[in-house]
């Protein structure tokens, strides 16, 4: 059964801490997404990465870095949190960079006070 | 950049009954149109999608029907059931990305 980990499901953080989020999939898919979720807004895209090191910008990039080490992991970064930056963050990863199905984790709903 | 809505954004519909959601979107050049199920507490999970060169696509309960000159694209479930009770959300490709609608809350009433 395919299968994305996030490491943790809720976090709770202080203005301008440092925040790391981790996903692993255990598919070998090339491709790997991080979306952000708030109600009324769907999910929108932050970052995806398509092969090991290389990542792209989606959407809503700003304050948010991502690390793409090994296949099957991507990191998102949160380099000093901020109170906006609370929501819930969900990770996919895909065979096929576009029309292919994007799996998702269970997400890690994050309060930054 | 590709505006996508989705109606409505809250659906309650009694158990037996049919639920209908509708997604549009701006952007012609889009060629697949997906929709995605959340339940409470899960991640979405593609349910049904379709192509631009078919009209309509079913799969036991559910179906997709497309209108690419209209630009919107509908989810059908029939014989709805509790378990349907979620968060559906299209999420029409553009460009090498989703773009993911509002989503719309679906309730079945027993």
């Known amino acids: 059964d395919v299968k994305v980990t996030q490491s943790s499901r809720y976090l709770v953080k202080r203005t301008g801490e440092k925040v790391f989020l981790e996903c692993v999939q255990d598919?070998?898919?090339?491709?790997m997404f991080w979306y952000r979720q708030d109600p009324g807004l769907g999910l929108r895209l932050i970052y995806f990465s398509y092969d090991v090191k290389m990542k792209e910008k989606g959407d809503i990039p700003e304050g948010y870095s991502v690390s793409r080490e090994k296949k099957e992991r991507f990191s998102l970064i949160l380099e000093s949190a901020s109170t906006n930056q609370t929501s819930m963050y969900l990770c996919a990863s895909s065979f096929h960079i576009s029309t292919g199905e994007l799996f998702f984790g269970e997400g890690s709903r994050l309060t930054v006070l | 950049g590709e505006n996508v809505e989705q109606h409505p954004s809250t659906l309650s519909v009694q158990e037996g009954d049919s639920a209908v959601i509708k997604c549009t979107y701006s952007d012609s050049a889009s060629n697949y149109f997906p929709w995605y199920k959340q339940e409470l507490g899960k991640g979405p999970q593609l349910i049904i999608d379709i192509r631009s060169n078919v009209g309509e696509k079913k799969d036991q309960r559910i179906a997709v029907t497309l209108n690419k000159t209209a630009k919107h694209f509908s989810l059908h479930i029939t014989e709805t059931q509790p378990e349907d009770s979620a968060v559906y959300f299209c999420a029409p490709l553009w460009g090498q990305n989703f773009v993911f609608g509002p989503g719309t809350r679906l309730s079945v009433l027993p």
């Open positions: 598919m070998d898919h090339e491709n």
